[in-house]
């Protein structure tokens, strides 16, 4: 079952602070292969695990299709953290896959860096700066339990009220496979 639905707004696992890893046994290797297909099929540039329903601090990324990131290599961080950010913030008009055909601007450190652990659970630390500090931070907060409609303006949030309500209530067409319920959950 390589391709897995995605949790969607409303969904108690996405307002989790994920649990830590501490072993990479085959169950998160396979669950970290799931994520990438998962995430190719819904044409997204990243995944954190709660989205699957798996409460574990890892995420995915792969921004190679995005113009000009044709040559970052898709990326696996297991319980990351932002070690620093700019000052510098940059806006970006932000989606989620747990929340389709919903995008809206956040402001954001413009540079991060980011400590984690690789599958052999070795340290590494990346410094990232345009869309890959972008995305991190946002895969970063869905393992803190945040979504990325947390943090814009009061007066996007009014707007979104009624369509986040719509998802929450799985009333949405969706091209992708979502959970069955708010309590969703497979590791
Ligand atoms: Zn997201």
């Known amino acids: 079952m390589p391709i897995l639905p995605i ?7 996405l307002r989790k602070k994920a649990a830590k890893v501490s072993k990479v046994d085959n169950k ?8 990438f297909e998962t995430m190719h099929n819904a044409n997204g540039i990243g995944l954190a695990a709660n989205q699957v329903g798996a409460n574990k601090q890892i995420f ?9 990131y044709e040559d970052i ?3 696996v961080l297991i ?3 932002i070690i620093s950010k ?7 008009e932000e989606g989620c896959l747990s929340i389709p055909d919903q995008r809206a601007d956040v402001v954001r450190p413009a540079k991060i860096v980011i400590e984690y652990q690789d599958t052999d659970l070795k340290s590494q630390t990346i410094e990232a700066d345009d869309l890959l500090a972008r995305v991190m931070q946002h895969e970063y907060d869905h393992l803190q ?6 943090l814009v303006d009061e007066e996007t949030k009014k707007k979104l009220k009624k369509p ?6 799985r009333k949405v067409e969706v091209a992708y496979p979502i959970s069955s319920s708010a309590d969703y959950q497979i590791l």
């Open 145 to 150: 339990g945040v979504l990325f409609t947390d």
């Open 164 to 169: 986040l309500n719509r998802i929450k209530n």
């Open 28 to 35: 998160i290797i396979k669950l970290i292969a799931d994520m």
């Open 7 to 13: 949790t969607v707004c409303g969904d108690k696992i």
């Open 79 to 81: 319980n990351p953290k």
């Open 60 to 68: 995915v990324i792969d921004i190679s299709a995005a113009e000009g």
């Open 73 to 75: 290599k898709p990326l």
């Open 86 to 92: 700019s000052e510098e913030t940059s806006v970006y």
